[in-house]
């Protein structure tokens, strides 16, 4: 009984953490922009109850603060309140990521957690990246 209060007890206390988010809240004229520029944009489909998103988010950030070489921007699509672009990127559920330079998508991932395979998917796809990696 004990196990069983515990589990409910951690599972509360990460539902209440609030979201990190290592990116800025999605709008396609922001997106164009840096379309347009050919700068890298991670799309973050991720809604605020979804602890895969939270995983993926503090990845990100981590990821943003130790290589700013890399001019990564990432936009939070939020899957509850943004149908119509969860809809346009095709994501099939929330902790989706897709990795764009310019006008092409280099990468698209479905619940991914593993920082190793997130790092290494941008770096292999982002020039900028590797110059002082």
Request: overall charge positive.
């Amino acid at each position: 009984m004990k196990l069983l209060y515990r589990t409910l007890f951690a599972t509360l206390l990460l539902l209440s953490v609030p979201l990190v988010s290592a990116g800025e809240r999605f709008s396609e004229m922001r997106f164009k922009e840096l379309q347009a520029a050919k700068q890298p944009v991670l799309i973050d489909v991720r809604a605020d109850w979804c602890p895969t998103c939270k995983k993926q988010s503090v990845i990100l950030a981590q990821f943003q603060k130790e290589n700013p070489q890399c001019g990564l921007t990432v936009l939070d699509v939020n899957f509850d309140q943004q149908k119509e672009w969860v809809k346009h990127f095709r994501a099939p559920r929330q902790s989706t990521l897709l990795l764009y330079l310019g006008e092409q998508q280099v990468w698209f991932s479905i619940a991914e957690t593993r920082a190793d395979v997130i790092r290494q998917n941008i770096f292999n796809s982002v020039k900028a990246c590797g110059e002082n990696a």
